[in-house]
């Protein structure tokens, strides 16, 4: 016989739901307002703010109201009680409410105060002032960049943005921010997404099961990645920005050929990988 929620156990549950995302917003954003609430959940104002003062009521050593600022803030003592506090985490909330599983990676250690600034400078259009290492200069040196998107390549963070050292738009990696030494937030930017060639210009990626497979694999692996019959056997195109173009290909695991055809599964169509060789490192 199948077991139903009470109305004080649904209301639990979504109250849960509600702090969780609320938690995540003071988190990384570091500041909430009712607004915020009333979007997310598709509520009134009033109920938006009832849901803060709830919250507020029964964990008030996490949370502040700013009055000059009109919003709510992180006190430094906040525990998250609802939620795990990681920028996936947050990431994920922000595209859906649904439950959502997936499979832990290692963890990148990003602290909120060094993603903070990177939001608001993309939020408000603003320059930041980086301490970056990367492994052709390992040391740790200053630069100016003006980031325009934050970006999951489904291993690592990046920020996107166009960096002053290189007059160049460029991806910078979060975890080789120097933690110790924040982002900090400069004057306006003067170089925008619209003017970064690589972000705008999407790239038709197609590809196909190994041709070493027989027909029965090859159509267990068409199956796996969704691809269609065509006259020229099985196949799936998908859209790519350029910028995340080597992103793609090392997620898809078609940065190395493997021997066995079983393991590689997927290769570029020989069409596609013409077509793409303007755009691969040299």
């Not at 925008?192 to 790239?203: A, K, P, S, V, Y």
Request: aromatic letters at 10%; hydrophobic letters at 35%.
């Amino acid at each position: 016989m199948a077991s139903h929620l009470n109305e004080k156990e649904s209301n639990s549950i979504i109250d849960q739901k509600r702090f969780g995302f609320l938690e995540l917003i003071l988190i990384w954003e570091g500041s909430l307002q009712s607004g915020h609430i009333a979007k997310q959940f598709e509520l009134s104002e009033k109920l938006a703010n009832h849901v803060l003062q709830k919250y507020k009521n029964l964990y008030p050593v996490n949370i502040v109201y700013d009055g000059a600022s009109a919003c709510y803030r992180p006190t430094e003592k906040m525990v998250a009680q609802f939620c795990s506090g990681s920028l996936q985490e947050y990431m994920q909330f922000m595209s859906t409410t649904e439950t959502v599983s997936s499979l832990e990676l290692p963890n990148r250690n990003l602290q909120p105060v060094l993603v903070r600034p990177i939001l608001q400078a993309i939020r408000e259009q603003r320059r930041l002032q980086i301490d970056y290492a990367s492994v052709s200069n390992p040391d740790f040196s200053t630069r100016v960049i003006q980031p325009h998107h934050l970006v999951f390549d489904g291993m690592r963070w990046h920020v996107r943005g166009f960096c002053e050292k290189n007059q160049d738009y460029r991806d910078f990696v979060l975890s080789r921010f120097q933690q110790e030494h924040p982002a900090q937030l400069l004057d306006g930017a003067d170089h925008f997404d619209l003017q970064d060639e690589d972000w705008h210009n999407l790239l038709q990626v197609e590809f196909m099961p190994d041709p070493r497979l027989d027909e029965n694999r090859a159509r267990i692996i068409a199956l796996d990645y969704d691809m269609q019959q065509t006259p020229k056997g099985f196949r799936q195109t998908q859209q790519v920005r350029q910028a995340l173009l080597m992103y793609w290909i090392q997620r898809m695991g078609l940065n190395t050929y493997q021997q066995n055809a079983q393991a590689q599964q997927i290769i570029l169509t020989p069409e596609c990988e013409q077509s793409l060789k303007p755009y691969m490192p040299k």
